[in-house]
Structures are given as C-alpha cells and as structure tokens.
C-alpha cells in the first residue's frame, strides 16, 4: 500500500496567494490520491478559497496562522518574532513529524532561515543548498546552489555535489550522473580561488562521477547533469536563464505578428513551436528544495501559479518515496564523521 505523503503548503506566500496555491494544492490531491496537504494560514480565507473547489475533503486540511511574514521583512526577525506566521507554522508541523515536506513561494530569506533553524540540518551536512531543476537540450540539469550559501567554501561545493548526486541519481533517474563546476573556461588553472580550491577535491572525490569545468553558455546545451556553484553565481545563472528565455519567447511572438504573411507562418508552426517551448518550461519541475535539512523544504517562485504550486507539492512524493534523507545521511554525513 503506498505511504500517504503529508506536504504542509504555506497558503499565504507569494505574489498570488492563497487563490493560486489553494487552486495549485486542489489540483494536486485530485491527482495523486497519496498526499495529504496541510494548508496553513488565515483558515477563513483560505476556506473560502476551498469552497469553490470539488476535491476530497480528507485529503486537505487547514491550520490557522494568523500573521504573514512580507519579503521585505529581515528573515531571522520575522522567524524569531512571528511564531504565528504561515513559514513558521507550517515548519514547525516538519520538525514535528507532523509533515514530510514543507512548500512555499513566500519570502526566500524566511524560508532558507526556518529551514535551518526550525527544521534543523541533517548531522554532518555543512550547509544546506538550494537546488531547481533547470530545463536543457537533452532534459535537465541541477543547478546547486542558486540562493542559499553566498560565501560558500571549498568543502561545501564537495557536498553540493555529492548531495546533487543522490537526488538526480534517485528522483530524476540518471545513473551516475555527471558532475561540473562552473567555471570561466575548460581549463583546470582558471577560475577564482574558490573554484581553484574546489577542483582538485571534487577531481578526487570518489563519491561523484566529476568531469570538470562548465562554461555557462554550455549548462543549456546539457552537459552536465549536476552544476555546482556557490549561491551568488547559481542565482545570476538562474534569473539570466529565466530572463533570456522571456525575451526571447516576446521577441519571436513579435515577429510572428509582424506580417500578413508571418501570421499564416505562426499558425502552422504553432503546434510545433508550443510543443518545444513546453519542454523549456521550469515550472513543470517544481520548484527549488533546499536540500540536506531533517525534512524537505521546497521553495517555489514568488510569481507562482497553480501549475508550478502543484508541481512542486507532487516532486514531495518521489522525494520521500525514495528516501533522498535517508541517503544523504548514509552517503554524506556518516562517511564524513
């Protein structure tokens, strides 16, 4: 009998709440028949949220939280002094084993504190990393991390990767999954001193399948399955990746609405080009976890709709079907006592 996942939704984050991640978190129960959702906020409108939606009521439930943690509120005060906020609520139902996973597209700063201080990092994991799946050529790659460890050190980028493993080996399914470092050439000797310093350790890790540096221009093409980096370069890859794409996808409307005859053009490649464009679309991965923490903690996009709000409360259930936890402990934090 499959295990009931349990995901605490924070229904109070993020640019479109609680209307799009009520929509997003009915869409998900009436998919998956094994999660359980707790959505966790102001109860009265989020019931009335619910009350246009036909799901299974077991399968939803509400915890009432009173106060809102805003984005632009310091993020260790806000964990601190609102203890009735929706982030801090719904943390404390995964430190309690009340919940498995923990979805939000509220305050990133709240989000990556509470994860740390509320849930608390596994024994042995240094720093925990943020890590989305970003759309390539050939499928996808890890981006790991883009948001969480700004001042990071050789030894936490050796753990990134190690941790990026076990999930794209376990959740996304890539045997052996091939390792990069970010880096400004091909060549071993560049890079800044953190790369430098990093090289060699990952070169002689025998934990990773490491087949040295990536250039930015070539993460889209693919080439590596896990791309390890420290926060302020993942953030810059991710809102670089993110913004070209828009641009790119108005510039190519335009010009197809620029002529009679680029108008017949656009209605019979439409199918074709709606058909690729779907396969670049970051938001049928979920959204980003942070990775290494005593639960799962997934932080969506604060501009989230219903489809990415949904997609990330379904990647809980693989997360927690093949015990990514579990094996980071056994694989990192045992072997490195």
Avoid at 110 to 129: C, D, M, S, T, Y
Avoid at 234 to 255: D, P, R, S
């Amino acid at each position: 009998m499959q295990e009931t996942v349990k995901v605490a939704v924070d229904a109070m984050g993020g640019d479109n709440a609680p209307g799009e991640i009520v929509k997003g978190a009915v869409e998900a129960v009436n998919e998956k028949p094994g999660i359980k959702i707790i959505l966790v906020g102001k109860s009265e409108k989020v019931k009335a949220e619910l009350a246009k939606y036909t799901y299974k009521e077991e399968q939803i439930e509400v915890v009432n939280a009173e106060e809102v943690i805003e984005t632009a509120e310091p993020p260790v005060m806000a964990i601190r002094q609102k203890k009735d906020s929706s982030i801090v609520v719904a943390m404390n139902l995964v430190k309690k084993g009340e919940a498995d996973a923990f979805v939000s597209a509220g305050s990133s700063g709240a989000i990556l504190v509470g994860g740390q201080l509320l849930v608390g990092r596994i024994k042995g994991v240094e720093r925990p990393p943020l890590a989305p799946l970003i759309p390539t050529t050939t499928g996808v790659s890890l981006l790991i991390d883009c948001g969480a460890n700004v001042d990071a050190r050789p030894s936490h980028l050796v753990q990134f990767a190690k941790i990026g493993s076990i999930y794209m080996e376990n959740v996304v399914g890539i045997k052996n999954p091939k390792v990069a470092i970010v880096n400004i050439g091909a060549e071993e000797e560049k890079g800044n001193m953190l790369v430098k310093e990093t090289f060699p350790l990952l070169k002689t890790c025998p934990d990773i399948n490491f087949i040295g540096s990536i250039e930015a221009r070539e993460i889209p093409n693919g080439q590596a399955d896990v791309i390890v980096c420290e926060a302020f370069v993942g953030n810059v890859i991710l809102k670089l990746y993110e913004g070209v794409g828009a641009a790119l996808l108005g510039k190519v409307k335009q010009g197809m609405m620029s002529t009679l005859r680029s108008k017949i053009g656009a209605l019979l490649v439409k199918p074709a080009l709606k058909e690729t464009l779907k396969s670049f679309d970051a938001s049928k991965y979920g959204g980003a976890p942070l990775l290494g923490l005593n639960g799962l903690v997934v932080k969506t996009h604060g501009s989230s709709k219903a489809n990415e709000v949904r997609n990330s409360i379904i990647q809980c259930i693989a997360f927690k079907e093949q015990k990514i936890n579990e094996k980071i402990m056994q694989n990192i934090a045992l072997k490195d006592e």
